[in-house]
C-alpha cells in the first residue's frame, strides 16, 4: 500500500496504542498509510532485534525514534554504570533500525536526594560519556526536557533552552533534542528556542495537554485537539527551523488504551490533517 | 503570648487550614507564636472588612499577604472590567488590612483559546492598569508565577524570570514578585532568578512537591520535608537578597485539611524550624 503524500511524515509512537505488539503496530501504520514507528524497546524486546529490522525493513517505515535511553541521575556509581551499559545497548539497537534518534529522558531525582542541579549535572555527563559510542554507531542522541510535572520523578531537565544548553556542547550530528508539545507547549520562549535549536530537531512529538489532568499525571497526555495546545502555532514554529523529520503522535492516556487500536491511529491521523500537517510548508 | 523569636517570621497562610474562619485562624497563629498569617478574601468576605482589620490589629499578626487578586486573562472586554473592579476591591482590603502584598494569581486561557502568549499579553497589561490605583493606596502587587503543570487552567506566568520581565516594568514598591517554593522549585536558573529578584521578592512562601502526584493537581500541595524540595538552598538563596519579609506556608492539600488545624500548625512550625529558619541569616 503507498502512503497518501498527506500522512507521509506522520508516525506512530508504539505508546499511542500501548495494546499492540510490534508486528501489530508495523502493520497498524502500514494500513493507516503512515510513513513511520516510534519504537519502544520493550516491545521490541519481546520479537527480538533481528526480527524487529526485518519487520521494519519489509514494511517500507522509517523508525522516527526509539524510545528509550536515558534514566541516568542516579548518583550510585554502580547504577550509573549499569545505566550506561544498558544505554549503550539502545543505542546499538537504534543503530541497526536505523532510528531517526534516540530518545534520551534523564530521569528524576533519586529517592531521598534533593539536590536538583546535580541531578542535572550527572544527566549531563552521562550523556557526554555516550557521545563517542553514539558517533562510532551513527547515532543520534535526543535528549528530551520533560515538563516539570516530571521533574522529580522521571525527567530532570526542565525546558528546551536547558536541553539546548547540554546538547550545544556537542556536534548537532551527535546530540539533539527531542520536542514534545506536552513538555514545551508552555515555555515561555518556546518560538526563540524553536529556532534555537535549529537542527538539533531530531524529533518532534504530539500530543495534547488536557485538564483536568487525569489523575495519573503520567497518562495525562490527550489527543491533538482535545487540550489546550495550538498545534498550527507550535508547527509553524517547528516547520521554520527546516526540520524535515516525521511527526510522531506520543500519547499516554488510559481512555486511548481502552479502546481499539486502529481507531486511535484514525482519530490521530484526522487530527494531525487538521491540526499539523497544514502547518508543516 | 509572646512569639518565640524563632517563630517571628513564620506566617500561616489560610488555605494551609483550610476549615478554619479568620476569627479561628487569628487565634490559631497567635496560640502558636506565629508572627503573621496570610489572609483570603472569601475568609475575609465572611467577617467583613472592618471586624478583619480589628481582629488582625489586636492579635499583633503581620499580614503577610492578602490572597488574592488577579485571574485578569479573559479576552472578553465586560469580563476584563469585572476583573479590575475585583482587583481594585481586593486592592483597598489590602491597604486596610497593611498587608505586604497583593497576591496576584494571573488566570488561564479562557475557555477554548489556545493562544498563550496574548493572554500572557493581557495579564501584563492588566497589572499595568493596577498599578496607579495600587500605588495610590500603598499596596504592592506581588505577581505570583505558578507550577506549567497551572498553565492552562490557573497561572500563565509560569517561572519566575517571565514575572520578573513583567514586573521590572514598574517600580519596585508598586510590583513585585512571590516566590512559592511549588510554583519554582524546577526551574533551571532559579539562585540566579532570586538573585535578580532581589527587593521584589513581596512574598516567601513554601510548600513540598510530592510525589505521586494527588488525583486533584490543584491539592498536590505537601508539607516541607514530605516531598522533593531542597528548603536549606531554596531559602538561602532567598536570604541573600536580604529579604526581610514573612515565610508563609500555604498546603492546599486535602488530607492536611481533614486533620485538626492546630496540629497542621504544629507540624508546620516543627518543620520550618528544622528546614528553613536556619537557613535564613
Redesign the interface.
Known sequence: MTAPAALSRLSLNQRTTASWSLPEAVKGCVEAGLGAIGIWREQLAEVGLDEACRLVDESGLRVSSLCRGGFFTSADPAAAEAAEINNRDAINEAAALNAATLVLVPGG?PPGD???QAA?DRAARAIERLVPYAHDHGVNLGIEPM???Y???RGVI??L??ALDIAERFDADNVGVVVDTFHL????DIADQLQRAGERIVSYQICD?I???P???LLARGMMGD????FP?FTRSVAQTGYPGDIEVEIFNADLWAAPPADVVATMAERYLELVYPYLD
Not at 507547549?185 to 515561555?188: G, N
Not at 487540550?227 to 495550538?230: E, K
Open positions: 531525582l534533593r539536590d536538583l542535572r515538563n516539570p510535572i521533574a522529580a520523578d526542565s525546558t533552552a536547558q507547549w508552555w515555555e515561555p495537554w485538564t483536568p489532568l489523575a495519573d499525571t487540550g489546550h495546545i495550538d502555532a
